[in-house]
């Protein structure tokens, strides 16, 4: 992933990062990006209910 990220190359896929990308995914999008994407999510889903501990796990207990 790494490597991938440091050649300019993405980590994603067609259906997202996953949970076994996902700590790489700040390396690839920056935080700020990470963080608007969070923001978005507990807006959309503030129970945490839609695909639960994909990415945002940390947000939803």
Not at 8 to 15: A, P
Not at 19 to 35: E, F, N, S, T
Not at 44 to 55: F, Q
Request: net charge negative; no cysteine; hydrophobic share 35%.
């Amino acid at each position: 992933m790494t490597l991938a990220i440091s050649l300019g190359g993405t980590i994603t896929g067609e259906h997202g990062v996953g949970k076994l990308k996902r700590p790489w995914l700040v390396d690839q999008i920056g935080p700020d990006a990470l963080d608007l994407g969070q923001r978005i999510k507990r807006a959309l889903d503030p129970d945490g209910i839609l695909n639960p501990g994909s990415i945002y796990e940390e947000h939803h207990a």
